[in-house]
């Protein structure tokens, strides 16, 4: 988005939450969204204003872009349902329900996969439901947290902190 777009934003959140934004804190504001879409962005910014009580913080706008752009999560339970429905039919599963499964729920699929279909075929109710359920919720976190972050921010990060451990640990750059 440009500034322009930007400023429009602000505008709108300024008027409702009635707050005066001094221009460094714009300006963090405009580093942390600017790779944002526009229009998504202000219907997300629409959503925090209605249900919001203080002026947001760019990792909630994140959030909310995010929601719009990947819709809601799918708690642990509702995925190992899903789960259930396309691939638990007694000891086995058919290779046409996987490449369902694979093509309707991907998220479901790599899960499903990192546990092993095997696995959860022979494996207790008891014990595979609360692991596929915590599995998945983790790896929901770790692919939105990824949706979140600017783009090459990771990157960013992993560059600063290597400068950091080779001065901590006496060497050069």
Not at 45 to 53: D, H, R
Not at 113 to 124: D, E, L, P, T, V
């Amino acid at each position: 988005m440009c500034k322009e777009e930007f400023a429009v934003i602000i505008a709108q959140l300024n008027c409702v939450f009635r707050t005066n934004t001094d221009a460094p804190t714009l300006d963090t504001y405009y580093d942390l969204i600017k790779d944002l879409d526009f229009k998504v962005t202000l219907k997300a910014v629409k959503k925090i204003m209605l249900t919001y009580k203080y002026f947001p913080v760019p990792a909630i706008i994140r959030e909310e872009y995010t929601k719009l752009i990947y819709g809601e999560r799918l708690s642990g339970l509702e995925a190992y349902d899903i789960f259930n429905r396309y691939c638990r039919k007694g000891t086995y599963t058919d290779e046409k329900d996987i490449i369902r499964l694979k093509n309707d729920y991907p998220e479901i699929y790599e899960v499903a996969k990192m546990i092993g279909f095997n696995a959860i075929h022979c494996g207790s109710e008891s014990f595979i439901r609360p692991e596929f359920e915590r599995m998945f919720e983790k790896y929901q976190d770790r692919e939105q947290k990824g949706n979140i972050l600017p783009r090459g921010f990771e990157e960013e990060c992993r560059k600063i902190s290597q400068k950091v451990y080779a001065l901590t640990e006496g060497g050069e750059e």
